[in-house]
């Protein structure tokens, strides 16, 4: 079956926030220069080092400065992914990078300023509005939102936050989340809410890097599912799952200033984050036949975004002082490895757990049940008629079903009248119903004024009335409830421009079309401008030509110190990743260490 689908690499951008005050009032350097069109960053080594020590130059799919819009950064490098999930793959962006260097930002922005909205808010805004423009096809999305603390897995919209849930895994479905709670939406105000309530209960602390640093790694799932009418005249359904991961900051525990509670947070969350490089490496390996996803719960809930059927952005967010050149550069190679992982994203078609298929059924289930009642009304309606009329013949007649077709189909006309009605009237219209009671009341009122009935007749046709009204009644209650039902599901499901107010007019609509063809050419122009430069190192050998043999021992000359630069660069950035490696394990040794004394 994976034989079908296309590998797909994971996309890697780099976002670098601009110097903070405190760092300007230390007077650290600007180590950090980014190259937006080319998609290069480049750091520096503040102290100088050697004469002949090169910058080290990362290139990564697109990369941002301390001067980047939040909607270009939508528009170029997360808008084609969200497109995706609404055409029913699954589609995971997470935010990575060291603490303070602006991932919040990234991912949150400020909501309810248009400018500045970040990735979660935009994504909201672009669900809901595909699904207000779209036609003849029917939506019903929900959310989830789950944090990982300290390797346990909370629910953040659940009441007990000392509720501990369990991972659990499905041939069909792959890992998942046993009894995580899931709020279907119906608008950006309703999911943006049910976010709020999650926010409110996800782990924060202070630390020396971030006065709200986040301990936890939080994962908001928004699951959009989608009906069509297929060309076989059958409804298809499609689900898009778009996982939004914030993960908690990475940082040296000597920098975090963290003690007691805190250092167990940061002796978690490093091993977490340190599983998550493990699997990158893996993945990237080649030689690896193994893959670690089960060293953490935060790789087994990415299993499908890092190797599997996801369509997968990273965001890394880096910081540009001296100060954390260190963290910058891990930030980096941990980003450029993960650009390696090849993914095969496939459309989740008409599965077997689409909760819009169940709804659709009980809506349809429900339904059926008013048109039952409203056909037996019709049949009641012609019986109580028949049961007066006999009354005015004397009265105490048989009651008798009538064959007569010429009846039949005018009931079934009445009928249908009437179960159209239904749902918007409670079972059968309210003027239907209240017709049938002043009718009842009226014959009621008739049988107390006919003297021609025995005291004993009339009681029974009284009794008989009585017993009516009361039935009457309690069919009026069941059809409002089942109308009630029908109601409140079918609220649940969207239809573009019938229950959505889709206020972005025409000129809104165009303006957004142009912003993606511009990223579009954007992203051209930058994968161009990338190849080229491959190609002219590639090939200026092929195209020289030489005057004289001094001319070409220079220019050899030349390359070859450019090569040689390039494997003294290569052999520093070995060295770099074993001291990082060393430093890495020291740390996590020693927070241990410290978290098992307390």
Known sequence: MSKGRSLEAVKVVVRCRPMNEKEKAANFQRVVAVDVKLGQVTVRNPRGGSAHEHPKVFTFDSVYDWDSKQLDLYDESFRPLVDSVLLGFNGTIFAYGQTGTGKTYTMEGVRHDAERRGVIPNS???????????????????????????????DLLFRDQSHRLELRERPDTGVYVKDLSSFVTKSVAEIEQVMNVGNQNRSVGATNMNEHSSRSHAIFVVTVECSELGPDRQNHIRVGKLNLVDL?????????????????????????????????????????????????????????SLGGNARTVMVANIGPASYNMEETLTTLRYSSRAKNIRNRPRVNEDPKDALLREFQEEIARLKEQLERRSGGRGGR??????????????????????????????????????????????????????????QLESERKAIMED??????????????????????????????TLAAKVRAMESKLLVGGKNIVDHTNEQQKILEQKRQEIAEQKRREREMQQQVESWDEETLELKETYSSLQQEVDIKTKKLKKLFGKLQAVKGDICDIQEEHIKQRQDLEQSQNEAADH
């Open 451 to 480: 003297r021609s009935l025995v005291v004993e007749e009339r009681r029974r046709l009284l009794g008989q009335k009585e017993r009516r009204i009361e039935q009457l009644q309690m069919e009026q209650e069941a059809g409002e």
């Open 381 to 438: 309606r012609r019986r109580w008629k028949r049961d007066w009329q006999s009354l005015g013949d004397g009265g105490g007649a048989e009651l008798e079903e009538l064959d007569d077709d010429d009846d039949d189909d005018e009931d079934e006309d009445e009928d249908e009248e009437v179960a159209e009605d239904s749902v918007a009237g409670g079972g059968g219209g309210a003027q239907y119903w209240q017709e049938q009671q002043e």
């Open 248 to 304: 908690a900051g990475s940082e040296r525990q000597s920098k975090t200033g963290v003690r007691g509670e805190r250092l167990k947070e940061a002796a978690k969350i490093n091993l977490s984050l340190s599983a998550l490089g493990n699997v990158i490496s893996a993945l990237v390996d080649g030689k690896s036949t193994h893959v670690p996803y089960r060293d953490s719960k935060l790789t087994r809930l990415l299993q499908d």
């Open 124 to 154: 909201f805004e672009h669900v809901f509005t595909h699904i207000s423009r779209s036609q003849n096809q029917q939506y019903l999305v929900r959310a989830s939102y789950l944090e990982i603390y300290q390797e346990e897995i909370r």
